[in-house]
Every structure is written in C-alpha cells, then in structure tokens.
C-alpha cells in the first residue's frame, strides 16, 4: 500500500504522536501553536504529554489493533524517541506518512549502523569495531587500545549500556556488564568539548539548522547547553555541513541532532560526529525562548508540509535541565528575572530523572 505524501496539510490537521513523555508534551504545545491538533499514542497511562493533547491511546507499541485505529484518526505520524519498534513503523507507514521515515530509526537505532553511515559519508568518527562475544571484544581492544568505550548497539541514552575499557579494565567482566548484547567498541577522542547541531528538513528538501550549542554533561546527563558555543567559524561551518549532508542522505523530514565532539584549538580545530538522533533534542531545548523558531515549532512545520521558519538566535542563552530534585527550585526560578522554566508534568523527583529545564537569555539590550 503506498501512501500520499501530505503536502497541503492546514491547520486544523491531526498530528499523531509516538511516546508521551516530554518531547511529546512539548511537541504538542508548540502544534496547538500552529492550529494542529495531536494524538498521542504511548503505553504508559501517566504519560506527561497526556495532559496537553487533544486524544490520547495508551496500548503497547505492539497492539496492531490500536495501532490502526490510531492511524486511521492521524494525518501524520511523527515520534518523540527513537527505540519505536521496527514494525512498529513499518506498520504505521502502510497506514499514514510517518516522518522521519523508516530509514532513519533503522540507521539511528543500531550504533554499529550509525557509525558505519556517516563514515560512509566521509566525516569524521571515532575508530570502531563491531562486537558480538568476548573474542571479539579482545580483538577490538587489541586494534583501538584503552581507554576506549564498550556500547551496547542498541537502548542506550544519558551513558546506560555502555563502559569504559581502562588500562586493567577486565574484559570479560566488562562484556558481561553490558549483558553480553551485540555490542560496538569506540576508540577514545581526546576531545575539547562536546556540541551539537539541531537542524530541520523539510518535504521539499528545506534546510535550516540551529547555532552550534555547547553541551555540559555530569554524571552522563546533559546538565547545560549553551549558545554560542566555544568553536571557531570554520569548525562551525564544517558541524552544520555535517548535518546537512546527513539529512540529506536519509531523506530525512523533521528535527533532529547530531552530537559531536570537538578536538584541537585554534587552526587546528576539527569536529568528530558522536551519535545521530532523529528527533527533536534535550540539547535544543534552548531555542523554546533563544531562537526565533523553537525546535518543537520547526518540528511540527517540517513533518507537516509547512514552511520552515527563521533558526536565528536571539541573543546569548543557557538552558539548563532540573534533574530529579533540582526541579524543587521551581520558585526561586519563578521569582529570577529573564528565566523561562518549563516543567515537564512528571510525578516523581527522581534521582537521574529529567524534570525540566529552564531557559535563559541575554540579549544586546539585556
């Protein structure tokens, strides 16, 4: 069954939403901005996106049956993570446009996939080397040497399912704490710091991609980004090139990030790709308030059929996310002059668990 590429969608349309949980709030937001109404389809019943969309499903990813009546009443299928089950979207794009489409979760959710991508497209990445057993895994510290970084191909977010391959580091004991899945091991980038490109692409091959921010994680969860970020106009150049040929590649529609690692300074400086995330991103939540599109607002314009609007920056900004009981801070953020806090709906303050964020911007005249 092919399906029609939706390129008069108007206000008033239903978008279809995977996952409820922040990216989705926010994504519902910003549509009802836009006139667009959002369903969303998650199998948890306290989902935070819940509380801001129009209709809600909650079944499991796997329920055909909910599946189809779900895409019956969308227009377009979009998701807020990018672990959708592989028949999942293969089951929906029979039904409705989904975009991103099936390409990009397939390269995006296998890191061995990935890697192997964008070295196919003659950017830099960290040497690596597959693993599927303890042999394997000998093999590729013999080839890469420590440290390096032992990643599970698939699941793995905010530093889960991976370790790092120290000098001493057992090898098996670290295969087994990985729970022996297939697995990649990254050879170690002596990096300067860590930015990102946030970027859009439309239906018509549109391209509008975000300042360079710089990222600041503890305890492997990103902690601030920050605009503009400490990099030099070529290696900037070079970051958004970057994204703009990987988009390109995938035929992708929509926001999402790649992660990169910077190394050198001054005249040496150079970025290596990380990790490719086909969604809207923890790392562009700086633009809700910082630029004159958010990356929510450019989402639901790109997999709508809508025009995509300006990425300019508005000044000087610094988004930092409240993790478990940061989120505490709600009122003394309240009574901060120039903050913008955003808090995500979600129950428990959990250690490790991302609550919100708040935005702040310093312009020329502030």
Same mark, same amino acid.
């Given at each position: ?25 926010? *994504?519902?937001? $910003? ?21 801001? =969309? ?55 959710? !296998? ?28 093999? =590729? ?58 970027? $859009?692409?439309?239906? !018509? ?30 290696? $900037? ?96 953020? *309240? ?32």
């Amino acid at each position: 069954m092919s399906v029609p590429v939706p390129t008069g969608l108007a206000p008033g349309a239903v978008l279809g939403i995977l996952g409820g949980g922040q990216l989705a709030r926010m *994504l519902a937001l $910003a549509a009802a901005d836009l006139g667009i109404r959002c369903h969303v389809f998650a199998p948890e019943p306290d989902s935070p996106a819940f509380d801001v =969309a129009a209709r809600h499903t909650v079944a499991e990813y796997e329920d055909e049956a909910a599946l189809a009546r779900f895409a019956d009443g969308v227009d377009v299928v979009t998701y807020e993570f990018e672990n959708v089950p592989a028949a999942t979207a293969a089951f929906l794009g029979q039904r409705a446009p989904l975009h991103p489409g099936a390409r990009a979760l397939a390269v995006t959710q !296998d890191r061995l996939s990935e890697k192997s991508f964008v070295d196919g497209l003659g950017l830099a990445v960290a040497p690596f080397r597959a693993v599927d057993s303890l042999a394997d895994l000998e093999a =590729a510290v013999a080839a890469l040497g420590r440290p390096s970084i032992l990643k599970t191909r698939r699941f793995g977010y905010d530093g889960k399912g991976q370790i790092k391959i120290a000098p001493g580091t057992d090898l098996a004991d670290a295969y087994e704490a990985i729970g022996r899945f297939p697995a990649i091991l990254e050879g170690y980038v002596p990096f300067e710091r860590e930015v990102s490109v946030v970027a $859009a692409r439309g239906l !018509d091959g549109a391209f509008a991609a975000f300042d360079v921010c710089e990222n600041e994680h503890r305890d492997h969860i990103l902690a601030f980004t920050r605009v503009p970020a400490n990099l030099g106009r070529g290696a $900037a150049t070079t970051a958004i090139d970057a994204a703009r040929r990987i988009g390109e590649a995938l035929g992708y529609v929509g926001v999402f990030a790649v992660e990169m690692f910077v190394l050198g300074d001054g005249p040496a400086e150079r970025v290596v790709v990380n990790e490719i995330a086909p969604r809207v991103h923890n790392s562009g939540h700086w633009t809700s308030e910082g630029a004159e599109t958010s990356q929510f607002h450019q989402h639901v314009r790109a997999v709508c059929g809508f025009p995509l609007g300006s990425p300019a920056s508005r000044g000087r900004i610094e988004m930092e996310n409240l993790i478990g009981e940061a989120a505490l801070r709600w009122r003394e953020i *309240l009574g901060e002059p120039g903050a913008h806090l955003h808090l995500y709906g979600k129950r428990d303050a959990r250690p490790g668990r991302k609550m919100g964020h708040v935005t702040r911007v310093w312009t020329d005249r502030s």
